[in-house]
């Protein structure tokens, strides 16, 4: 069956919050993000109004750069909790269309709207309806991609903002995708982009095109999965948070951080805790997720799935690591790690065996003693030594 898939994307979302609750702000260039103290302020832009765009302002530019380019734009402090709250109002409203929603960030959200279709009219009329309930309940305006998956939803949702309707028609994927910059692609970042350059391919089309063997894919997992992409390609699922059967820790800091030991150890000692869960639940991961929550509030995850199904520190830890060190953006604070674990193996009778054969050896009698420990004398009798918090994190659950 061919899914429908909406991805629907609020439009400079903290700058229309601000504008809509300063009329005096309507039609001016407005500038969210930290003081720019008359050029000299090292912080940098989180969202601006389409006016500010006009000068060449953009999120994630230096404030210093922004003040340059629009000192007379109105510059203003970020109100997370104000936009926390209008974005559950959003979420609430996308939530009456379909169970299967998969909030990506603080104001975007991926919906399976497939089995909602006999009750709401198609994919594009469930558009319709979601971008007037967002104006009219919330005087703020939302695009929305449709296609029949994910990546072409989100690239059909930015194509035509602010207020866009793009809808990708199945079997159409590559030939909308194929004038599209190359850079475009979701999950290319600023090196991958200069790489794929360098090989002389500037649209996405020229990357669908490549011929088996070429060396995009010779980069391995990574290089496979642009080329799908870049061919229309993506099965993923839309994935709702609480659906997703699972076993993980979150922690969210008291300060937001770019300490990376600290992110390191809190990383070990959510492990630490998602894998005694794993064991007292007699079960087996063979997916990892990571979640990261920046200052902002944007959210991004990344998965792997590992070679054997793991319950221990030492087999997770290391993929969760490499996994961190792919979300941490240079000098970009943390405000909230997650460790999931995920495709859980649930551990039998019949499976008791194979499952030890799965350990080496000393992990598991390791493994087996802490959780002995843990049993007797509290989660906090034991903890390995780079374990031990110096600034300690408020607990999440
Ligand atoms: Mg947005």
């Known amino acids: ?77 970020p109100d997370m909790q104000k936009y926390a709250r209008v974005s559950g109002h959003v979420m609430r409203i996308l939530a009456e269309f379909t169970d299967l929603l998969e909030q990506v960030s603080i104001d975007e959200a991926f919906l399976d709207v497939t089995g909602s279709r006999r009750l709401f009219g198609t994919g594009v009329e469930i558009a319709r309806k979601i971008k007037n309930r967002i104006h009219q309940n919330l005087n703020l305006t939302a695009s929305v991609g449709v296609a029949q998956n994910k990546f072409i939803a989100k690239m059909a949702s930015d194509l035509k903002k602010p207020d866009g309707l793009v809808v990708v028609e199945a079997g159409r994927e590559k030939e909308f ?155 970009v604070p943390v405000r909230l790690i997650g460790v999931h674990t995920g495709n859980l193996e649930m551990e039998d009778g019949d499976k008791q065996m194979s499952l030890y054969d799965r350990m080496p050896r000393n992990d598991r009698k390791l493994a087996a003693a802490m959780d002995a420990i843990v049993q007797r004398f509290g989660g906090n009798a034991i903890t390995r030594a780079a374990l031990v918090p110096s600034k300690k994190p408020s607990q999440n659950r």
């Open 1 to 77: 069956m061919i899914r429908t898939i909406l991805h629907v994307d609020m439009d400079a979302f903290y700058a229309a919050v601000e504008q809509r609750d300063h009329p005096e702000y309507q039609g001016k260039p407005v500038v969210v993000g930290s003081d720019p103290k008359q050029g000299k302020g090292r912080g940098i832009v989180a969202t601006c109004s389409y006016e500010a765009r006009k000068f060449g302002v953009h999120s994630a530019q230096p404030i210093s750069q922004a003040w340059k380019l629009c000192p007379h734009g109105i510059y203003v402090k």
């Open 177 to 331: 995708l194929e004038p599209l910059a190359i850079g475009r692609l979701w999950g290319v970042g600023q090196k991958t982009e200069a790489y794929l350059k360098s090989l002389g391919l500037v649209r996405i089309g020229q990357l669908a095109d490549l011929p088996p063997g070429n060396s995009v894919s010779r980069m391995g997992r990574v290089g496979e999965h642009l080329l799908q992409l870049a061919r229309g390609i993506d099965d993923r699922p839309v994935l709702p948070e609480e659906g997703f059967k699972s076993i993980g820790h979150e922690i969210t800091f008291e300060q937001d951080t770019t300490d990376r030991e600290l992110l390191e150890r809190t990383l070990l000692e959510l492990t630490e805790r998602v894998a005694q869960r794993l064991r007292k639940n007699k079960a087996c991961a063979r997916t990892i997720a990571i979640k990261f929550r920046e200052a902002d509030f944007s959210t991004s995850s990344r998965r792997t799935t590992m070679d054997r199904p793991a319950d221990t520190v030492e087999m997770i830890y290391p993929e969760a690591v490499k996994l961190m060190k792919s979300l941490l953006r240079k000098d």
